[in-house]
């Protein structure tokens, strides 16, 4: 059988239909073809339609999902479960100590948990302090109270000697 690289679809899908009439063949052979072409369009796909690795956060679900990771292991891996929902939820990062954690107990590589992957923009609400003082209503006494103390005199304080023992 004469071989030649794959360069276009055409050539893509030609190579799919011998390895499809090679498929059934038993004999040694047609197995070495087998392998030869199959070869040959691994190549040309990886080439052609390259897959990305996951982000780090897409493959931290992957591997709780695959290994059916309990919930307990998952928080030692992030430090606590609000650690673990911040950085589940896009909005923390991993940080270095939750990467080796990860690295050790579901068995993926550094490479791909180190890798940048994109946060979330939370909206800054105001805190409670702040939107309670805004609300506030100051009785009319402690006003009328306030104005008073600012408006008398300050009496000049003196200081008295003291007596020695």
Same mark, same amino acid.
């Given at each position: 059988m004469k071989f030649k690289p794959i360069r276009t679809e055409q050539d893509h +899908?030609?190579?799919?239909?011998?390895?499809? !009439?090679? *498929?059934? !063949?038993?004999?040694a052979q047609s197995t070495n073809d087998l392998e030869v072409w199959a070869t040959l369009v691994e190549a040309y796909e990886?080439?052609? *339609?390259?897959?990305?690795?996951?982000d780090p956060i +897409?493959?931290?679900?992957?591997? *709780?999902e695959q290994q059916e990771t309990p919930t307990k292991v998952r928080e030692s891996i992030f430090g606590g479960s609000g650690h673990m929902s911040e950085? @589940?939820?896009?909005?923390?990062?991993?940080?270095?100590?939750m990467i080796r954690r990860a690295h050790e107990a579901l068995g993926l590589d550094y490479d791909l948990l180190v890798r940048e992957y994109p946060l979330v923009e939370e909206k800054r609400r105001p805190t409670k302090a702040i939107a309670v003082k805004a609300v506030r209503v100051v009785? !009319?006494?402690?006003? @009328?109270?306030?104005?008073m103390t600012k408006?008398?005199?300050k009496r000049e304080k003196v200081s008295k000697p003291r007596a020695k023992r």
């Open positions: +899908e030609a190579a799919l239909e011998i390895i499809d !009439k090679l *498929f059934d !063949k038993t004999d990886e080439d052609k *339609f390259p897959i990305e690795p996951p +897409e493959a931290l679900e992957a591997a *709780f950085v @589940m939820n896009r909005r923390r990062r991993l940080s270095l100590g009785p !009319k006494r402690a006003v @009328m109270r306030y104005a408006a008398r005199p």
